[in-house]
């Protein structure tokens, strides 16, 4: 070994064999215990270099390992023993799961975690939970009672509402979210669809609750009867209805994107019907398009959809890549079709073609077995028809 004290590193010139695996480890410790910035080794004919960093908690250090001819970095800690490592490890799982029962207790705490951020918190990073942040709707055109509302939907509070909560620091939540447990004996809640519930017993629900989508949702339904009406068609929302229809989507961050920002059809993929936002009356095709969620506690993961509001109006034959719909043969002014689908006679897939023609109201979660971590406290829903 060549050390400089001048330079504060220690540089090891020795082939390392079967015999020496453990003396990089000395190398490394030796340089550490005399406060030297870096120490160099080579092992298996590769060559690195230890960059000492900062003390961390549970009295690690941390440290960058570089591979000197390639300058890959890979973060690396240092433990004053294994020992006392696994100590540590143990206590901090033990706190991570006290801090997990404050999230699960919450009902406005957005608990559904994509594999990433399941490593990440679930491996002890598990961030204190925040006050309850209050959140309204606001007044103006927004009311539930109105008779157009699907009757799901018409017991809704428009104030009192509590802001969701995300455990990761780079995903912030702009909606009201509530946790809700399923009903009946057969495990189907309020979300229920033939289907699914046989398939896939539901667990619970999140009642989502945008301000800026819902009124956006508002808004775009009355421009769209402003110009059924321009039609001379009779304003009684004959010809547009509110239903509520199925969306898988990808990933847990893209379902909490759909949350905040809304359907946006920039993203659909697969256009067989046309280049729009898609959505399914039959929860069961939707489960094809559903996505996997980690849940703590919960020893597998579970599934998830969204249930949307709708605005479905006079329904074409879709085709690939359909934009835009085309124009209505029947129409004196040129008005374009509401909605592409699969079948005119009996649609199944819906696609939509303007922007909060459609808004998130429920994330439903699923999963083959029931699951029993939602608290009995948690308020229960009707079964939706």
């Known amino acids: 070994r060549l050390a400089s004290q001048d330079t504060g590193s220690v540089k090891s010139k020795v082939a390392f064999g079967p015999s020496t695996v453990g003396l990089p480890l000395c190398i490394i410790e030796q340089a550490f215990c005399r406060r030297w910035k870096s120490a160099e080794y080579a092992q298996r004919g590769m060559q690195y270099r230890i960059d000492f960093g900062q003390p961390l908690a549970y009295g690690q250090h941390g440290a960058k390992q570089v591979n000197v001819r390639t300058g890959k970095v890979r973060d690396v800690r240092r433990w004053p023993s294994a020992s006392y490592k696994m100590e540590q490890e143990a206590r901090r799982k033990t706190q991570a799961q006290a801090a997990w029962q404050a999230w699960l207790r919450a009902p406005w705490a957005w608990v559904l975690l994509d594999q990433s951020d399941a490593s990440h918190i679930l491996g002890g990073n598990v961030p204190e939970l925040p006050s309850p942040a209050p959140y309204g ?84 339904r009355l421009s769209m009867l402003a110009g059924l009406a321009g039609e001379g068609v009779d304003t009684d929302e004959s010809k547009l209805k509110v239903r509520l229809l199925w969306h898988g989507t990808r990933d847990a961050r893209t379902l909490i994107d759909i949350c905040n920002d809304g359907f946006d059809r920039a993203r659909a993929q697969t256009c067989v019907f046309g280049k729009g936002c898609y959505f399914a009356a039959s929860a069961a095709y939707s489960d094809k398009y559903g996505c996997a969620v980690n849940v703590p506690g919960e020893p597998k993961q579970l599934r998830v959809m969204l249930l949307a509001a709708v605005l479905v109006g006079e329904c074409v034959q879709g085709s690939n890549n359909m934009y835009p719909p085309p124009k209505k043969p029947h129409s004196s002014m040129g008005a374009r079709f509401e909605n592409a689908c699969d079948n005119p006679q009996s649609p199944n897939i819906f696609v939509t073609f303007r922007d909060h023609q459609a808004v998130p109201v429920y994330v439903v979660i699923y999963a083959p077995k029931s699951s029993a971590f939602w608290p009995a406290e948690w308020a229960t829903v009707k079964r939706a028809r």
């Open 137 to 220: 709707l606001g007044s103006g055109l927004l009311s539930f009672q109105e008779p157009w509302w699907p009757e799901l939907l018409r017991s809704w509070p428009s104030e009192g509402l509590v802001r969701s909560e995300h455990p990761s620091k780079d995903c912030s939540c702009s909606f009201a979210t509530l946790r809700l447990t399923a009903t009946g004996s057969s495990g189907a809640g309020e979300a229920d669809s033939p289907g699914i519930a046989a398939r896939a017993p539901l667990v619970g629900a999140y009642r989502v609750q945008s301000r800026g989508l819902l009124h956006a949702f508002v808004a775009t």
